[in-house]
């Protein structure tokens, strides 16, 4: 049996570039099914039991565009073995920001902290293990425009992939959140895996209706939750999904502000 690889990645953080340097001309282009958006899946070039799908590039893994969906079902489904997060490197903090929600989904992920060439010229420094130990997954420097790392990150995910690790990320949110959240896993119980219960709390959390559909809840237990989130909304007086993003963006300031260390005023994304 193959290793099915996926990259996914938020748009111009390089996924093109790179799928282009894993796979060669070993490519095959269709669409997703029922969407007209593009499917890209390669063989790569090193070894061609290795098949390796390119994501479309997204922000975040809301329901709310054919590409978050395609993305995040393909995830959840156990479509691939492992998962290589592309980041910019030189836009740490809002590409972690769609990699705060996949290290949640129960999948082996290595980060591909991509563009490091441009981090190097800043003169920008990024604790890489500082930060594989805050994401709980390997983190691997990668330039795809220059073809460095290439080779280290498809190994980390084909190990990641064989040894079934699951991220055991160290980004958690504000006490009374977590609280809420674990409540809600508690009221899921044995309905979803454990490796997926987080994502799972959390979508219903913020009330997400394709989640609360996809996992057909019984009225008693649907009350139970929104008397979970309506206690939060109205202690923390904001809706539940804007109560996550910015705990994910407080979770995200964090692990920036102990993993990097900027030359000048920020890290730029000038060419
Ligand atoms: C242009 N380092 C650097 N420096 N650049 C990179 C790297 C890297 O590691 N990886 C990718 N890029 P995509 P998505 C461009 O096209 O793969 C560059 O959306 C230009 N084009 O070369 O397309 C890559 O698939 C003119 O840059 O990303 C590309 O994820 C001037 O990042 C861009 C400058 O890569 C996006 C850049 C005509």
Known sequence: MGIRIALAGNPNCGKTTMFNDLTGANQYVGNWPGVTVEKKEGKYTKDKEVVITDLPGIYSLSPYS?????????????????V???VDATNLERNLYLTSQILNLGVPVVLALNMMDLVEKNGDKIDVDGLSKQLGCPVVPTSALR???MEDVVNAAIEAAKAKKVP?????????????IAKIEGILGSKVSSST???????????????????KLSAS????????????????????????????????SHVIDKTVKRSRTGLTTSQ
Not at 197 to 215: H, M, N, P, V
């Open 221 to 252: 237990e649907l009350k139970a939750i929104d008397e979970v989130r309506d206690a939060i909304e109205n202690k923390l007086d904001d809706d539940a999904e804007s109560i996550v993003t910015s705990e994910r963006y407080n979770a995200i």
């Open 66 to 82: 054919p590409e978050e969906i395609v993305a995040r079902d393909y995830l959840l489904d156990g479509g691939p073995d492992a």
């Open 147 to 149: 073809g460095r790392g």
């Open 197 to 215: 219960s987080r994502w799972y709390a959390i979508k219903l959390f913020e009330g997400e209706q394709k989640t609360i559909d996809d996992l």
């Open 168 to 180: 055991e990320s160290q980004m958690k949110f504000d006490a009374v959140v977590e609280e809420a």
């Open 84 to 86: 290589i997060n592309l």
